[in-house]
């Protein structure tokens, strides 16, 4: 929390310092979502693909991907900046953002999500699911430990599976668009990508649950000390 204050501080009187940043988060957040889709993701030179270097190791998909990804960071910002929450409605405008179809919609079937050994609700259930999920966060309901909520973020999308797609990168979105709102910085998921397939997939069983909290727990607090290194420098 004191990081928190002291960032906050240089960011409100230096407006080149907080682009700087932004463009840092937006990188962070890509990379982060792309845990979900490839097991190279703390690797990829993801300033340089923005910049128009196609490795030949990247699919094309992961290339449509992340130019649509930068369009959600924009969107995300202008929701911030206009003080907007977590919900169902914005989760939805970011899916739509990803999948490049103004009209998609939640999912209208019950999937197995073999991934993480996962059977989520009822298609029926989805935005009444979303909907009470958000509610109890912003309510205060949840252990007031930016971790701890940051985790519930993230496994509620997992657990309800609203999407046809994305859905894994949407529980990334979610979890870091409610770090920013809170005044911390996003996290780029410093962890192998089998590792978290697996801690995920037993998180979902209630089991290791202490240990999925302590990687969020340490990913936070280690990103927020290295901005606030950067920042300081950077002033």
Request: glycine share 4%; aromatic share 10%.
């Amino acid at each position: 929390m004191e990081m928190k204050k002291e960032l906050a501080q240089m960011l409100a009187s230096n407006k080149a310092l907080k682009q700087a940043l932004r463009e840092v988060n937006k990188l962070d957040m890509i990379r982060a979502s792309l845990i979900v889709r490839t097991p190279k993701h703390q690797s990829l030179k993801i300033d340089r693909i923005l910049d128009g270097e196609l490795p030949t190791d990247v699919a094309v998909g992961d290339f449509v991907f992340i130019e649509n990804y930068c369009e959600l960071v924009k969107a995300a910002y202008n929701n911030l900046n206009m003080g907007n929450s977590m919900s169902a409605g914005l989760l939805k405008s970011a899916y739509r953002i990803l999948e490049e179809d103004p009209d998609a919609d939640f999912r209208k079937d019950s999937p197995v999500v073999f991934a993480f050994s996962h059977v989520p609700p009822d298609w029926e259930d989805i935005d009444n699911r979303l909907t009470n999920s958000f509610r109890r966060l912003y309510a205060g309901r949840i252990e007031n430990d930016i971790a701890a909520r940051a985790m519930y973020v993230h496994n509620c999308v997992i657990d309800i599976w609203p999407f046809d797609e994305y859905n894994g990168e949407l529980a990334i979105f979610a979890m870091n668009y409610y770090l920013m709102e809170q005044g911390f910085m996003p996290i780029d998921m410093p962890m192998e990508r089998k590792d978290y397939i697996e801690l995920v997939t037993a998180c979902l069983k209630g089991v290791r649950v202490d240990e999925e909290y302590e990687f969020f727990r340490d990913a936070i607090v280690e990103k927020m000390k290295g901005t606030i290194h950067a920042c300081r420098g950077y002033v």
